[in-house]
């Protein structure tokens, strides 16, 4: 044994167990406590302050305001050093090729994101931002908090348990917001070409209108129209509010299931 | 026996054969499983897309990107050949007269509508739209699936179990409305003649506030108009809550005691 | 007896009878089958067609559509009749002095009412519309049919039950309302002094916004404005659901108890 | 003994007594019966109609309307004398240094508050606004009525309970949000690029649209933006609508836990 190969083979037991240690903590979105590893939380942080920066970029009057192109370059860096470990931590090569087929395979669909996220980063394209988001919307699906995980059981039982309701409240909804586009089609249609003049366009003033945004953009201008407007305005919140108040009640009645025992 | 007579005889059994089966599958809107027939759902499909077309037809800016005549001969086609075979199907006649009095009773009300339609699509008028509609609800109505019919009549039941409270939340809901047209068109009708300067016009404004649509075309712009309009939106949101409160209500109520035992 | 005194005699009872049939019919707002007398249905449907009447009255387009003046006639000699009769009915006299001391007390309000809404219909004012509004709302406080009655009993408990929470409730919407006005007007006072120049004018913003109405007359411009509005209109919808929710717990509680038993 | 001495002594007693008397009505906000003593519902008066003032001051239409500078010397009278009068009937003395240890802890933040109000009435600084009404916020903590408190531990507990399920439907909510910013954005970016240049204008709509205010500053023109907005603000009601539910049935059920026994 020579100190070299002791030192080497140290070396190696070293990264061994920094490796298992790394693919603990990036695997341990959701201990049995509820919590993520404190090296996840790193990560999710990067991926929101990226994703802040990135909106804020878009924005024309603050774009001078901050050094986007170092932070970019910055977060690229960060991206690909996170895809090189994972792929590392969990495989024990550094490059892809050959690495894919030992990953398990939930871990595939991270680094086959990464690839895309790190790839868009270092092309500096600027629409990479809808695929970060992506990545966010992966990881509040592997944030299984329990306490979370729980309550989207509930949501999805409620929504489940009353399907039949529901879609009935949905399909009366349609009814009404299609029948009142038809409505102020044929009576202000003429009058208002541009705001009433086919029936798509009467839906988007249905829309604005059942749902209480009132853009203000389009209302109808006739006697006639208003009637009808103000009877579909009055009957529309009672539609509107069905499906939520039937959404309420399941939820009432699922947790209160849940919860009783 | 000639072999004519048991060809025809064998044709004659077949077309019986498959007029029993048409017979069957047009009747079958509603199985015992909450399922359509194959043959219903592709006739509510076409009805689907030629309601779609007829919706985009409308679309000034559209009219040249489908060919839209053509679309039209196709459902004139497709719904005079179902007039005909669903006359056929219950009557074995192809004319009308004298197979009415043959039809089953519940037949009758889609056969008539369904002449309405084609009589309409075959004259290319433009505005047979709404007719074709009825018949989607009519269809609805058909389409008594085992789940939806359940909610409907929870529904149902739930409006008239509160019946009182509703008719005197929406009693509160209309004094309230007219308090506020009436309010502002005393404050307001001078300076403003053309929003508020009668009582139905301030009740244009009263609807698009207390629904809080608030489309804007329509405002007070006194201290006390503005003072008014405050008063009568916060009281507004609570008095258009309680229909949809209490209807809520009484849904958890209902389908409490429905799904209890 | 000469035949004069007996026939004399016959009127007044006569008379007599139909006082008391009058009266009887006049006092029956609410017969414990819960259903107004024909006499007092069809002083209802007039004082209504004589509301909506007055309503259209004020519509300028429409002025000369109706005979208006002769329905105002007409509604003040159908009035003035009633006021003659009721007052005959309860008390045996045609006059008002000395005649209000017989009247039951639950009479004297009703009958003075009608003697303003007479006097003003008489007086063709053209504002009297107000009284008559006011006639009607007694006539639904009248009319105590008795669900009504036990819903508008349900709807005081339900609020009395929770006048705590309900009152946090409103206290909790009143701050954020005033937080948000006073923010608004910190930050675009001095850039848009119409429509944030003080408190008040904010509080108008503050408003429109929370109620979710929105005119769209007055908006923040800056981007720490628009900042805020979007904080406080996103925080707004949850403590304007507050009393809404609070206050349909409610029902839903005391009807659940009221219906048990 | 002189008469003199009887007479300090007398004084002395006497002021023993008033000193004593003001500590307990001071000290009183919340009695076990609910109620506030005499002087503090004077005090909250005052503070009330200072505030009222103070918003009302800010109108440039009104500001000669009332003698602002007037009412403005007699609050900083008023807030001064009470400070002076608290502070020596908690510790006996008339200025503040050395009396501070003296106080009881609780005493220690009115007072503080009230020095801070006191300069800048009297130093009629025109901004010193938000200092009077976290003074009101103050006497509402105070403010500790039984039946306010316990309303209050019912809310912060049916919160608390339903934790998990408020959080999740706010991440929906907030994803919802910045889906709509993000689809407009890059739809209608470069066609509007005031009002969808960026995410964050972006956000701006998202706010306005999905809280269904509608203010009308912004919305969509082209047709895909305008079927993108229509399917947003659809699916925004039921998620807007999930907090507002969850916590009206966490409320239910804590006020169901709460009076049942």
């Known amino acids: 044994m020579t100190t070299g190969t002791v030192l080497g083979g140290g070396v190696v037991r070293k990264l061994s167990v920094i490796r298992r240690y790394i693919r603990r903590a990036l695997g341990d979105f959701s201990g049995n406590d509820g919590t993520m590893s404190f090296l996840n939380k790193c990560i999710f942080a990067v991926i929101a302050v990226s994703l802040i920066s990135a909106v804020i970029e878009t924005e024309p009057t603050l774009q001078n305001a901050l050094p986007f192109i170092w932070l970019n370059v910055g977060f690229a860096l ?10 590392w931590a969990f495989t024990g090569r550094y490059h892809i090729d050959g690495a894919i087929k030992r990953l398990p395979p939930d871990v595939r669909g991270i680094l086959a994101l ?11 394209v600027s629409e990479i931002f809808l695929l970060r988001f992506l990545r966010l919307v992966l990881l509040i699906r592997l944030m299984e908090v329990p306490v979370i995980a729980a309550a989207l059981r509930d949501l999805a039982a409620a929504v489940y348990s009353r399907r039949g309701e529901l879609a009935v409240s949905l399909i009366f909804a349609a009814i009404i917001m299609f029948v009142a586009a038809v409505a102020l089609y044929l009576i202000e249609g003429r009058i208002q070409p541009d705001a009433f003049g086919s029936i798509p366009r009467a839906l988007w003033w249905g829309v604005a209108t059942l749902t209480t945004v009132g853009y203000g ?25 069905l499906p939520a108040g039937i959404f309420a009640s399941a939820l009432v009645d699922r947790l209160g299931k849940t919860s009783a025992p």
């Open 78 to 87: 960060f991206f690909s050093a996170e895809f090189v470990i994972r792929l």
């Open 114 to 124: 990464d690839l895309v996220v790190v790839s868009f980063w270092v092309g500096s």
């Open 217 to 241: 953009d389009v209302f109808p201008v006739t006697a006639l129209g208003k009637c009808a407007a103000a009877i579909f305005a009055l009957a529309g919140i009672g539609v509107v509010a």
